[in-house]
């Protein structure tokens, strides 16, 4: 399996670019936000104890999404898929030691993590403007948006590090079109 984790701030284009590169390279399509969201529309216990943290612009606590992605690779592999894409997990370097666990346990592992680039202005541009039409309360308040930048900083950045120290990780601009961005990407997934 080739697995692979695309990384970035709130707002960096994860979710858009990781639909394109599921179906380029045949992948499932990881995304923990997402699957959060699919619980609170269907009103679980879950999704009712996640919400309060979203709308706060605050992480889920780890053990939540941790429980959520156990199932993963078992199914990646029934659906024919050639590895994972994870969009927005792990966002912790917890959550990152716990999905080396489950790799271990699975016999897999990371091929790379793919950084996308993108400076805080436009971030929060583009959140705002997402908000619009998303219908996320977590995108239509810049106190929220403001907090997940934030949550992002302190939480989510030392995540790449944690990589970077089997130089795992690459970069790539994202700011651009969508396709000169997916381009980047595939280069990247394929150089892999
Ligand atoms: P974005 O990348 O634009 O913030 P996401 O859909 O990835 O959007 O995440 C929305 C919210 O869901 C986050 O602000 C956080 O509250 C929660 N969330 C998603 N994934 C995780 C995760 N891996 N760990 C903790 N919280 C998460």
């Known amino acids: 399996m080739k697995n692979i984790i695309l990384f970035g701030p709130p707002g960096s284009g994860k979710g858009t670019q990781a639909a394109m590169l599921k179906d380029h390279f045949n992948l499932l399509h990881i995304s923990t936000g997402d699957l959060l969201r699919e619980e609170i529309r269907k009103g679980s216990v879950l999704g009712t104890e996640a919400k309060q943290y979203m709308d706060r612009g605050e992480l889920v606590p780890d053990a939540v999404v941790i429980g959520m992605i156990g199932g993963s ?15 927005g997990f792990p966002r912790t370097v917890a959550q ?9 346990d699975k016999d897999t592992s990371i091929a790379g993590v793919l950084s996308l680039v993108v400076d805080e202005e436009e971030l929060t541009k583009r959140i705002l403007n997402r908000g619009l039409t998303s219908g ?15 949550e992002y900083r302190t939480k989510t950045e030392p995540v790449a590090s944690y990589y970077a120290a089997n130089d795992k990780v690459r970069e790539i601009e994202g700011v651009g ?13 394929e150089d892999l």
Do not use: H, P
């Open 177 to 189: 079109s969508i396709d000169d961005i997916f381009q980047a990407l595939c280069k990247a997934f």
């Open 136 to 150: 996320r309360s977590d995108d239509s308040d810049e106190a929220t948006i403001r907090n997940r930048v934030q």
């Open 73 to 87: 690779f078992d199914t990646a592999r029934e659906e024919g898929k050639e590895g994972i894409i994870f969009d």
């Open 96 to 104: 990152a030691e716990a999905l080396d666990r489950l790799m271990e």
